[in-house]
C-alpha cells in the first residue's frame, strides 16, 4: 500500500487531491514554488474542515489528523521519499515535461509518477522520464474530495503492475476509477464535448439563447447545470481551451470544433463567475444577477416553446449518445466505465449508453441521420457502433 504521497501544486486542484489522500491515511507532501500558494492552501483547509465539523461529518480529533497528514513543501526535492508523486499545474506539455524530468532525479526507482491533466497524452509526459514506466495519468474531478470518479489513464509505456497499483490506491481512497485509453479528452472530456459545443451551435444559428437551452437541458434532461451555467462556472477559458485541444489533438475532426462565439468571451475576458461575466453576469459573490429581460422571457412560455425545449434537448442528448458509444466503439473504456465517468464525473442524472437503452438504439440513428440529412456535416454522422446495434436489435446493458 503506497503511503507517502507528494502532490505537485497547491491550487485548488492540488489542494483537493491533497485532502484526499490525507483522508485516506496517506502523508501528503504538498509542494508549490510559491509560499503564499501553501499558505492559502493551508487556510483553504482549515475552512474546508471546520465546515464539515459543522455539519457533524468529522470531529476535532478527524480534523487534527488529516490536517497532521500533510506538510507544505516548497522545494522539490521535499518529493524524494514519495511513493507516488500526482501533478496537478498548468496545463502545458512542456512544462510538465520538465517538472517530471527534475522530479525523476530525486524519487525512487519504483516510485509512480502521475499527471492529473485533464486533456494532454500521458506518452508525451512520460517521454520526459528515463523509466517512462512508472508514468500514468490519475485524473481527479474538481472538487476532488466530493466527486466520486478517478479517470486512470495508463500510456502505451506505463507498465501493468503501475497500472494495479494506482488502481488499486485511489480504490482505496474511496474513489471510482475508470480506466481510460491514451487518447484526447479521456472519457469525460471527450463524451461531454456536445454538450457545451451543441448547445453553442445550437445558439449560434439563432434558435434558442442561452436561457431557453439551459433550461431545456434542466428541465427535460434534468441535468443540474444547463451547458451555459455549467460553462460559467468552469470558466469560459479553461472550457475553451479543452475544446480547442480535443479538437486539435483528433486532427481537426469536426465533431470537437470550437465556437467562436466562447472563443470571444474568452478573448474579452467574460470568463464567467470568477469575472463577473460570462454568458450570464454575477454579482462579487459570484450569484448570478437576474435582468429584467430575463424575467420577461421566463414568463413568454406558449406550446411552441415547449416543442422547441424538445427539440434542443433531443438534439444535444443524441449528440452526447453519439460520443459515448463511439468512445466504446474505439474501445476508449467499458460501457460501464463510461456511464460510471458521466454520472459520477460530471454528474449527469444518467448513464448515456443506458440513456440509449431507454430511448431505443433506432430513435438514436434516426435522430442523427435527420441531423446529417438537415446539415450534411460530418459531426451528425453515426457512429457504425449504434448502426451495427440497430440491425442486430441490441442494446448497451441487457
Known sequence: MIKNVGIIGSGTMGSGIAQVAATAGCMVKLYDTKQAALDKSKAALEKILNRLIQKGRIDEAEKERIQGNI?????????RDSDLTIEAIIENLDIKQKVFSELETYVSDDAIIASNTSSLSIASIASSLQKPERCIGIHFFNPAPLMKLVEVIPAIQTSKEVLEKATQTIADWKKVVAVAKDTPGFIVNRV???????????????????????????????????????MDFIG????????????????????????FTQKRLSEAGYLGRKTGKGYYDYDENGKRVTLSADIERSQNTDSHNSELSQQIFNRVLVMLINEAADALFLNIASAEDIDNAMTKGVNYPKGLLAWA??????????????????????????????????????????
Not at 506538510?71 to 518529493?79: A, C, E, F, I
Not at 457545451?196 to 434534468?222: H, P, Q, V
Not at 469560459?236 to 470550437?258: H, I, L, M
Open 71 to 79: 506538510s507544505y513543501v516548497n522545494t522539490l526535492k521535499d518529493l
Open 192 to 230: 461531454a464535448r456536445p454538450f457545451y459545443g451543441e448547445s453553442l451551435r445550437i445558439y449560434e444559428e439563432g434558435l434558442a439563447d442561452f436561457e431557453t437551452i439551459d433550461n431545456a437541458l434542466k428541465t427535460l434532461g434534468k441535468f443540474r447545470m444547463g451547458p451555459f451555467e455549467l
Open 236 to 259: 469560459n477559458d479553461v472550457n475553451y481551451t479543452v475544446t480547442e485541444t480535443v479538437f486539435t489533438a483528433f486532427y481537426f475532426d469536426s465533431r470537437y470544433k470550437p465556437s
Open 357 to 398: 437503452d431507454e430511448k431505443g438504439i433506432d430513435w438514436c440513428v434516426k435522430t442523427l441521420d435527420d441531423l446529417y440529412d438537415e446539415y450534411h456535416e460530418d459531426r451528425y454522422r453515426c457512429s457504425p457502433l449504434l448502426r451495427k446495434m440497430n440491425r442486430q436489435k441490441t442494446k448497451f446493458f441487457n
